[in-house]
């Protein structure tokens, strides 16, 4: 049974000494999808975490900071303390503003509204007793160490249904640009991912489908509506302008 509790933040400054170096690929719960940015004022923000563990994870030691990295900045502006609740492998955990207003939420923190910044940059970073484990930067490149990789992760929009989703679920890389997208928001479930492209296979293995069965003689293909790998010969190259 999920458990959902009510708890009060803790005010910026909990955690003002912050280690200088990145995080390595967390193998324990990463940050893996926020919603930071809606239409008017922000009444559904949340962001979510997942045990990528292969056992139950006790979340006392952890703790969710969001940072203000305006002008290079590292300080938190809101730490949330977790508590001790027993989160199982490949779980989701829900961190919301607003109870009512978010599905699948299991802890409820203050404030109600635009609980989480939408400057240029921000960034939210997930420590276990005080230790860097994951970061996100986002809306633009944090100052270190609260950025992953050589980028941020894509600008969410303000659309009450997209947010920034780790694709594939759960998966790190250490890449913020990387690991995350645009997606439409799944909070408590796994994230809603674009399917990998199939695998290819060895030329005339039988895995890929000929050209000629794809393009036919009828008006519509029977491949329509279908993702296939093709196989087939090239026999010209026309592609040069003609002057």
């Given at each position: 049974?999920?458990?959902?509790?009510?708890?009060?933040?803790?005010?910026?400054?909990?955690?003002?000494?912050?280690?200088?170096?990145a995080p390595a690929v967390s193998t324990t719960l990463v940050i893996n999808e926020v919603d930071y940015d809606q239409p008017s004022?922000?009444?559904?923000?949340?962001?979510?975490?997942?045990?990528?563990?292969?056992?139950?994870?006790?979340?006392?030691?952890?703790?969710?900071?969001?940072?203000?990295?305006?002008?290079?900045?590292?300080?938190?502006?809101?730490?949330?303390?977790?508590?001790?609740?027993?989160?199982?492998?490949?779980?989701?955990?829900?961190?919301?503003?607003?109870?009512?207003?978010?599905?699948?939420?299991?802890?409820?923190?203050?404030?109600?509204?635009?609980?989480?910044?939408?400057?240029?940059?921000d960034a939210i970073a997930l420590r276990r007793d005080g230790t860097l484990i994951d970061a996100l930067s986002y809306a633009g490149?944090?100052?270190?160490?609260?950025?992953?990789?050589?980028?941020?992760?894509?600008?969410?929009?303000?659309?009450?249904?997209?947010?920034?989703?780790?694709?594939?679920?759960?998966?790190?890389?250490?890449?913020?640009?990387?690991?995350?997208?645009?997606?439409?928001?799944?909070?408590?479930?796994?994230?809603?991912?674009?399917?990998?492209?199939?695998?290819?296979?060895?030329?005339?293995?039988?895995?890929?489908?000929?050209?000629?069965?794809?393009?036919?003689?009828?008006?519509?293909?029977?491949?329509?509506?279908?993702?296939?790998?093709?196989?087939?010969?090239?026999?010209?190259?026309?592609?040069?302008?003609?002057?």
């Amino acid at each position: 049974m999920r458990r959902r509790l009510l708890v009060a933040v803790l005010a910026a400054g909990a955690f003002l000494a912050l280690p200088a170096a990145a995080p390595a690929v967390s193998t324990t719960l990463v940050i893996n999808e926020v919603d930071y940015d809606q239409p008017s004022t922000d009444t559904a923000e949340f962001l979510e975490l997942k045990n990528v563990s292969g056992a139950a994870l006790d979340l006392d030691p952890y703790a969710v900071q969001l940072i203000n990295g305006n002008a290079g900045g590292t300080t938190p502006y809101i730490t949330i303390d977790l508590a001790s609740v027993s989160l199982a492998a490949g779980d989701h955990y829900v961190i919301c503003a607003n109870l009512a207003n978010t599905a699948n939420c299991d802890l409820d923190v203050s404030p109600d509204t635009n609980l989480i910044q939408n400057g240029a940059p921000d960034a939210i970073a997930l420590r276990r007793d005080g230790t860097l484990i994951d970061a996100l930067s986002y809306a633009g490149n944090s100052a270190a160490p609260n950025i992953e990789g050589a980028g941020a992760a894509a600008e969410s929009s303000s659309a009450t249904d997209e947010g920034l989703s780790r694709c594939p679920d759960g998966a790190d890389t250490d890449q913020n640009s990387a690991d995350f997208v645009l997606r439409v928001i799944t909070p408590g479930a796994a994230n809603s991912c674009p399917p990998p492209p199939p695998p290819f296979g060895a030329c005339g293995d039988g895995e890929e489908t000929a050209i000629h069965a794809i393009q036919r003689a009828e008006a519509t293909s029977p491949a329509a509506g279908s993702v296939r790998t093709v196989e087939g010969v090239v026999v010209g190259d026309f592609q040069a302008r003609r002057g």
